[in-house]
């Protein structure tokens, strides 16, 4: 008997456009973000905002994300102190380690729930709340119900275009096909830089921004994030759900 369709492993460099998105509107975390995003705007139409206070949610919901996901990507993900706390190691590992081991991983690719759902709300709710305020409560709750489905289907867009980036798929878009050969610079080059995933507007603002031919010598901790077997003798967490520290190219390991 075949297993079901997530109990099997689903790697993006294998993979056409059409099986990815297949796989990407079953996908558990897409499920969720869709049926809540639902959720948010039907209790918006039950105690709606004025049109402006609506729009400016929206707008400023869709303009934040890019920047949260820049600091959390740069200064929580890509830190050296996760691991370091044996309670988030195992976070630090589900979240983004994993990813950096085997970038194509899909399962991995996609954010977790714990995380990503407070994140998101905390982002875009109480901003929403914020710019609602002026119109009064019920204009609060409307806004802040429409920032949240915005940051949802924000969020849903920023995983299909990362999914899009590691899938084995020339984009046609000039703008996805130059974001992608940046981020693979991220994932197979160096990894101090070029953190954003929709636009690189912040990497230039902090100077993160980079080309390849910018930084000659590859950063030896590209796929372990700072976690090599020296670390883990120290702070063994990590390894010992990972089943060891895997080192090399993830495509070249085992041959």
Same mark, same amino acid.
């Given at each position: 008997?075949?297993?079901? /369709?997530?109990?099997? =492993?689903h790697?993006l460099d294998?993979?056409t456009l059409?099986?990815?998105v297949?796989?990407?509107?079953?996908?558990?975390a897409?499920? !969720?973000?869709? *049926?809540?995003?639902l959720?948010?705007?039907?209790? /918006?139409?039950?105690?709606p905002?004025? #049109? !402006?206070?609506?729009?400016a949610?929206?707008?400023v919901?869709? #303009?934040?994300?890019?920047l949260?996901?820049?600091?959390?990507?740069?200064?929580?993900?890509?830190?050296r102190w996760?691991f370091?706390?044996?309670p988030?190691?195992s976070?630090?590992?589900?979240?983004?380690?994993?990813?950096h081991?085997?970038?194509?991983? &899909?399962?991995? &690719? /996609?954010?977790?729930?714990? $995380?990503?759902?407070?994140?998101? @709300?905390?982002?875009? *709710? +109480?901003?929403?709340?914020?710019?609602? =305020?002026?119109? %009064?409560?019920? !204009? !609060?709750? %409307?806004? @802040?119900?429409?920032?949240?489905?915005?940051g949802?289907?924000?969020t849903?867009?920023?995983?299909?275009c990362h999914?899009?980036?590691h #899938?084995?798929?020339k +984009?046609k =878009?000039k703008w996805l096909?130059?974001?992608?050969?940046?981020?693979?610079?991220?994932?197979?080059?160096?990894e101090?830089?070029?953190?954003?995933?929709t636009?690189?507007?912040?990497d230039? #603002?902090f100077g993160t921004?980079?080309?390849?031919?910018?930084?000659?010598?590859?950063?030896?901790?590209?796929?372990?994030?700072?976690? $090599?077997?020296?670390?883990?003798k120290?702070?063994?967490?990590?390894?010992?759900? =990972? %089943?060891?520290?895997?080192?090399g190219?993830?495509?070249?390991?085992?041959?």
């Amino acid at each position: 008997m075949r297993p079901g /369709f997530w109990n099997r =492993s689903h790697h993006l460099d294998k993979m056409t456009l059409r099986e990815l998105v297949v796989a990407y509107f079953q996908y558990p975390a897409i499920i !969720a973000y869709i *049926a809540l995003a639902l959720a948010a705007i039907a209790a /918006f139409a039950w105690r709606p905002a004025p #049109l !402006a206070p609506t729009l400016a949610a929206v707008v400023v919901s869709a #303009l934040v994300y890019p920047l949260v996901w820049y600091v959390l990507h740069r200064w929580v993900l890509h830190s050296r102190w996760m691991f370091k706390i044996a309670p988030l190691a195992s976070t630090w590992k589900r979240i983004h380690y994993d990813h950096h081991q085997d970038p194509n991983h &899909l399962e991995v &690719l /996609f954010g977790a729930l714990h $995380t990503t759902l407070p994140t998101i @709300a905390l982002a875009t *709710a +109480p901003l929403g709340y914020a710019i609602g =305020s002026f119109w %009064g409560a019920d !204009a !609060a709750f %409307g806004a @802040a119900c429409v920032a949240f489905a915005t940051g949802l289907l924000t969020t849903c867009f920023y995983e299909f275009c990362h999914c899009i980036q590691h #899938l084995a798929y020339k +984009p046609k =878009s000039k703008w996805l096909a130059e974001m992608k050969k940046r981020h693979m610079a991220h994932h197979f080059h160096d990894e101090n830089g070029n953190y954003g995933i929709t636009t690189f507007l912040w990497d230039k #603002l902090f100077g993160t921004y980079y080309d390849r031919a910018e930084r000659p010598e590859k950063s030896p901790t590209v796929f372990n994030l700072g976690y $090599t077997p020296e670390v883990a003798k120290r702070w063994p967490k990590v390894a010992e759900l =990972s %089943g060891g520290v895997a080192t090399g190219h993830p495509r070249k390991r085992g041959e």
